[in-house]
Nanobody, 121 residues
């Protein structure tokens, strides 16, 4: 099993920045992709960003150019740098980990507890 612990959520004004962190422990050799989902009240959970073991990244269109996902393999930690935050970025952000194969969808099966990000206008 993989355990994920997030941190960094906070209340911030529109235009501000936050950095979320997610530390992984356990059977981390089994994972080759990590990512961040978010879920706002009344909305479906959406994949915000993902990064594979070879460093390839993907972002949802609404955050491209504003958010950056990165990883520190030595620390088994993934980060989400969020700049130019907007009120519509308000959500609970969940770290996730799993596996993927080229040409196949990501398969995420480990989840953190979530961290709240609130952006005020």
């Amino acid at each position: 099993q993989v355990q994920l612990v997030e941190s960094g959520g906070d209340l911030v004004q529109a235009g501000g920045s936050l950095r979320l962190s997610c530390s992984a422990s356990g059977t981390i050799f089994s994972i080759n992709v990590m990512g961040w989902y978010r879920q706002a009240p009344g909305k479906q959970r959406e994949l915000v960003a993902a990064i594979t073991s070879d460093g390839s990244t993907n972002y949802v269109d609404s955050v491209k150019g504003r958010f950056t996902i990165s990883r520190d393999n030595a620390k088994n930690t993934v980060y989400l740098q969020m700049n130019s935050l907007k009120p519509e970025d308000t959500a609970v952000y969940y770290c996730t980990a799993g596996r993927f194969r080229t040409g196949r969808p990501y398969y995420f099966d480990s989840w953190g507890q979530g961290t709240q990000v609130t952006v005020s206008s």
